[in-house]
């Protein structure tokens, strides 16, 4: 994801250098993974000459929770934070999609294994962003011999850093044997998520998910995806445990994420989903979203905060 076009980040509560934003080898984030983040998209449209960044409060809401989770006080809300992403974005210029990158993490340059008595420190960068999985279209995946971290043992709902050592072996393992990425178990067997994306499957007309009591974070996209299949496509969306052998016979597939944004599932290992294709619902549902992140649909102009424009109402 490293792209030469970041030129800046916002560090130490100002925009500067990216070559600047560093971090000492002794800080405790990076010896013991007590750091947390997330991850936001902006997406350019053209025809506005405008950037809009996809419901960037509620993604700062759980941002600022997760680092609650480890112990963090943040000096900043979820308007603040967004306010500082739309800075950020206007000083780098981009005219293209792109990603955004807030990180929180225990700063103290010092050894042991606690979460408390710590320094906290606060960074955000982006960088000009496509697609994340080549084959959006129609996915190859296959499930992981690694099991979801369990929310007893790591808290499944933030994005806590060190956890996503669990996320980062399930994909590889998958990605070096042949697959686009990877569908993760809880340990009580049941479908949790992707490596990094929410999961859904389609059967007889209605979409099924797993619970957040499934260990799955609650994703800002799944919360979406689930209003417009509901509100706009018509399609009814249930939550409950999801068992492996339905997605093998399952309608349709998909994930969905920041990341991967709507990504259509077309075969699991060796198994054709429905038709092997993208299914209906999902095709559908993709185009819904991708107009409504690009600032087209009046109706969820209210998810997205608009860059440049901002600048002149402030």
């Known amino acids: 994801m490293t792209d030469p076009r970041t030129r800046y980040a916002w560090f130490n509560e100002a925009i500067v250098p990216i070559e600047q934003a560093h971090v000492s080898v002794m800080t405790h984030a990076l010896h013991y993974g007590t750091s947390v983040f997330g991850g936001l998209r902006g997406y350019w449209n053209a025809s506005d000459d405008e950037l809009f960044v996809f419901r960037p409060l509620d993604h700062f809401k759980r941002f600022l929770q997760s680092a609650q989770l480890l112990r963090m006080a943040l000096p900043h809300t979820p308007q603040s934070l967004t306010d500082v992403v739309t800075a950020l974005l206007r000083a780098e210029g981009f005219r293209e999609n792109c990603y955004i990158r807030p990180l929180a993490f225990k700063s103290s340059h010092t050894v042991g294994v606690k979460v408390h008595d710590l320094d906290s420190a606060l960074t955000v960068f982006a960088m000009p962003f496509g697609s994340y999985i080549a084959n959006e279209e129609g996915a190859h995946v296959a499930f992981s011999a690694w099991r979801r ?3 007893n043992v790591i808290p499944a709902r933030g994005k806590i850093g060190g956890a996503y050592v669990n996320s980062a ?18 340990e009580d067997g049941h479908v949790s998520e992707m490596s990094s994306a929410n999961f859904f499957i389609v059967r007889d007309g209605v979409a099924i998910t797993p619970p957040v009591t499934s260990n799955v974070l609650e994703g800002i996209v799944r919360r979406s995806v689930i209003q417009l299949l509901r509100d706009e496509l018509g399609v009814p969306v249930v939550e409950r445990e999801v068992d492996r ?4 016979i399952a309608d349709e597939c998909f994930m969905c994420g920041t990341g991967v ?3 259509a599932i077309s075969k699991v290992e060796h198994r054709d989903i429905g038709a092997g294709g993208m299914g209906d619902v999902t095709r559908r549902l993709r185009d819904l979203f991708f107009e409504v992140v690009a600032g087209k649909v009046p109706r969820y102009r209210s998810w997205l905060v608009p860059v440049y424009s901002s600048a002149a109402k402030g």
């Not at 590889?172 to 990877?182: H, S």
């Not at 052998?245 to 093998?248: G, K, L």
């Open 245 to 248: 052998s339905e997605v093998y």
């Open 149 to 151: 971290v369990e929310d």
């Open 261 to 263: 944004q709507v990504c």
């Open 169 to 186: 072996m399930s994909s590889t393992d998958v990605r070096l044997a042949g697959y686009d990425e990877a569908l993760v178990l809880n």
